[in-house]
């Protein structure tokens, strides 16, 4: 077994390794904490709420100088190589590089341990992590130097030769890493969004060493003595952490010998969908479902590990020259420790000085520094393509230098299963072309970069493998239990489903008005009547309306009235004209105590005995049916007088002269009598002064009444004086009944012809609209 691990460090340490890149898990969606080590930004991106990491690892190694070829491992499995290596006698069947070429190491080992990642919605995500970390990156390293390694110093072919290891560096790193990640949306519209992300490292240092500088030359004489220089100058420069402080660990402090910072930045951009394909609605909101994929290509990059650790306890750094340096017996040195190993080449190489090499007692050591640019392309449904670049960074000082490595993953994608076929090709100095597998069935992981040493496919000259066991929850719709869109947070019936007006609550007529305050729930109403119906629109909700398809008016329990007289019209016999409840709401429009309906003359007072017709010249016969209603005559007549003719008399009217208070009688009514505007009717404002005028003629039986109306020149002429005319029987009419004998009074009209003023102006106008009354004898 003692040869097997030789054998396993000699292909760890003279081979193309690289950092744990796991390429079939970080471009996932759901490889959650796993994604920042591809991209600090896709911790915001990724599809899971929550994500905690009990245990993960990753353990990468390339190899081109030492390998066993395929037809020779007759196994199937890492468990089968190492339960049988020695008893198949692989050891036998290595091959080797050249002696005389230069190869090239850079590996890495990285497990995580208690890890979370969490989101504070809606833009916001947060990861603290835990890491062990180790690194071996080294070049130019001879292949002189790796088969003595394998051989031994016993190795006969290559002893006796001076070699010159020029140039070489070899650096190993170890470090626990505690990380704080925040990644966030900074931008985003309807076309894409921009993600940016961040990780901060508090870094220890465990174990550090180096070698660089060389330019040495050596020879192994025989299988007991080595000489450095004598055919040239013979230099390195070293630095470590001395192993065996680790000899007594009492905490966790007693492992960490140095302490520095960190840091991981970047971006990522999604080109989305159309938004309908992944939208969702929720409080009045479009929102991201998270069940779907909104986006059709992503692009992202990222710098990942810059950084240094400081070795400053049990450390050292060291400087070894000569020209010529002999070391005899060196088969049989044994070290006790650090310390003695660097006293004695220091010796080997300073004459006998065991203390002349030492420089410093600390030293710094870079993180394997990388650059990244990252694509993601949705092809199909669940079907993506990523393609990853990482350049690593080379360093001008200590530190781990990582590999480049350029992939391509086809992978099916899904919340619960993910599988996934990385290639890859791979460049640190050398070329190597790979193909992986890796799935993930919810929170477990498995997956290799290079599956061919895994099962036997090709000669075994490397490995990678990594693995993950975690607690994940998927996001999640924002909870919404009745499915009314309506958030649990927000909504105030959360088992029923309503609308975000009301807070979630229903309102199944739809009428703004939630059910709970609805006094007709079923029946979609106004808000103003308590969610109830008003069919009509009068303000009277149809269950209490007897008129439910009629507006109506409330003291009639919603049922018209249409001319507004205070009789509903189910009970006006004149409906659509404003009446007298002691006529069933029909008017009587002249006064005459007759409903129009029943009154010939409705426009005219008149008596019963004449259906409400007047009978101007109080001959018996009503104006109707008079021929001459001004003239007294009788019925054989048609009202008319009958004609005698007798020699003609004077019978200009004598004007009477009036006392003080029967001429102010006859002034008011001048001044107060108004008809309806081009009518001959006179409005009620009127009747005071008529009434005081007829009680004058009441008293005075000797007087008659001379009525003569004027017109303005507004209009033709007849029909001025038509209207002149009527205006002076209305009047008539009026006082008539009102008890005046109608013979008393003369109506006579004028039209425009009398005027009083021009009628060039507004206000002469409105003085030739009268009428006027004289009383004569």
Request: net charge negative.
């Amino acid at each position: 077994m003692k040869r097997l691990l030789t054998i396993l460090a000699i292909v760890c340490l003279t081979g193309h390794a690289y950092s744990q890149d796991m390429l079939g898990i970080r471009s996932s969606n759901y490889s959650g904490l796993q994604g920042l080590g591809i991209n600090p930004a896709s911790i915001h991106t990724s599809r899971l709420d929550l994500d905690i990491n009990l245990f993960s690892i990753g353990i990468t190694a390339e190899n081109d100088f030492i390998y066993i070829p395929k037809d020779k491992l007759k196994f199937f499995g890492i468990k089968n190589i190492i339960e049988n290596f020695d008893e198949k006698g692989y050891l036998d069947e290595f091959e080797f590089g050249s002696p005389n070429k230069t190869y090239n190491l850079n590996t890495a080992i990285s497990i995580m341990g208690p890890s979370v990642l969490f989101n504070i919605y809606p833009k916001h995500t947060i990861a603290i992590t835990t890491q062990m970390r180790a690194g071996i990156s080294g070049t130019e390293i001879q292949g002189h130097a790796g088969k003595f390694a394998v051989e031994g110093f016993g190795y006969n072919p290559l002893q006796n030769q001076f070699f010159l290891g020029k140039d070489f560096e070899l650096n190993i790193l170890s470090w626990a890493e505690y990380g704080l990640s925040y990644a966030t949306t900074l931008t985003e519209n309807e076309k894409g969004a921009l993600t940016g992300g961040l990780t901060l490292k508090l870094l220890h240092g465990i174990g550090g060493a180096y070698a660089e500088n060389a330019d040495l030359y050596y020879n192994v004489l025989n299988d007991s003595d080595m000489v450095f220089g004598v055919q040239g100058f013979a230099q390195i420069d070293y630095g470590r952490v001395d192993y065996n402080s680790f000899d007594e660990i009492g905490g966790y402090s007693d492992f960490i010998n140095g302490k520095g910072f960190g840091f991981d930045v970047g971006f990522s951009y999604d080109f989305f969908k159309e938004p309908t394909s992944w939208q969702y609605e929720m409080d009045g909101k479009k929102l991201h479902d998270p069940l779907i994929n909104r986006y059709k290509l992503r692009i992202g990059a990222s710098l990942l590990d810059v950084g240094k650790i400081k070795f400053n306890e049990n450390a050292g750094t060291y400087h070894l020259e000569t020209d010529n340096g002999y070391y005899p017996n060196f088969n049989t040195d044994e070290y006790d420790n650090n310390i003695d190993f660097d006293h004695t080449f220091s010796a080997v190489f300073y004459n006998g000085d065991s203390l002349a090499s030492f420089r410093t007692n600390n030293f710094k050591m870079a993180l394997p520094t990388a650059v990244s640019l990252q694509v993601d392309w949705n092809a199909y449904k669940k079907f993506y393509v990523a393609a990853n670049y990482i350049h690593g960074v080379k360093h001008s000082e200590p530190g781990i230098d990582r590999a480049s490595v350029l992939s391509v993953t086809p992978r099916y994608e899904s919340p619960w299963l993910d599988i996934s076929m990385p290639v890859s090709y791979f460049n640190y100095t050398g070329k190597i072309s790979r193909v992986g597998l890796a799935f993930r069935f919810a929170s477990f992981f498995l997956g290799s970069d290079r599956i061919g040493t895994l099962f036997g496919l090709g000669d075994l000259n490397g490995m990678d493998v990594y693995a993950g066991l975690k607690f994940s929850m998927n996001k999640q719709r924002i909870r919404d239990l009745d499915n009314d869109r309506v958030s649990d947070k927000m909504d105030k019936c959360k088992e029923i489903a309503g609308i975000l007006k009301f807070e979630g609550c229903p309102d199944k007529d739809l009428d703004d008005v939630p059910d709970a305050i609805d006094q007709c729930p079923d029946v979609k109403g106004l808000v103003s009547l308590a969610g109830c119906p008003d069919t009509d629109g009068d303000g009277i909700t149809d269950s209490k309306d007897d008129c439910p398809e009629v507006a109506g008016l409330p003291q009639f329990r919603g049922c018209p009235d249409t001319d507004a007289d205070g009789i509903m019209d189910s009970e006006d016999e004149c409906p659509s004209v404003p009446g007298l409840a002691l006529y069933k709401g029909c008017p009587d429009t002249d006064n005459d105590s007759i409903p129009d309906p029943q009154d010939d003359c409705p426009t005219t007072a008149g008596p019963a005995m004449y259906k409400g017709c007047p009978d101007t010249d109080g001959d018996g016969i009503p104006d109707p049916q008079d021929e001459c209603p001004f003239d007294v005559g009788p019925p054989a007549t048609k009202g008319c007088p009958v004609k005698v003719t007798q020699a003609p008399v004077n019978t200009a009217p004598v004007v009477v002269q009036l006392t003080q208070e029967e001429q102010e009688i006859i002034n008011k009514v001048f001044k107060n009598l108004q008809f309806e505007t081009g009518k001959a009717i006179i409005k009620e404002s009127s009747y005071a002064s008529l009434d005081e005028l007829a009680g004058l003629l009441q008293k005075k039986p000797s007087f008659k009444l001379k009525i003569d109306g004027h017109t303005d020149n507004t209009g033709s002429a007849s029909l001025n004086k038509t209207l002149s005319k009527k205006r002076a029987e209305a009047a008539r009419t009026y006082l008539v009944g009102k008890g005046v004998d109608g013979s008393r009074i003369m109506p006579n009209g004028y039209g425009k012809d009398r005027p009083v003023a021009p009628n060039t102006t507004a206000e002469g106008r409105a003085q030739n609209r009268r009428v006027e009354f004289t009383i004569i004898e």
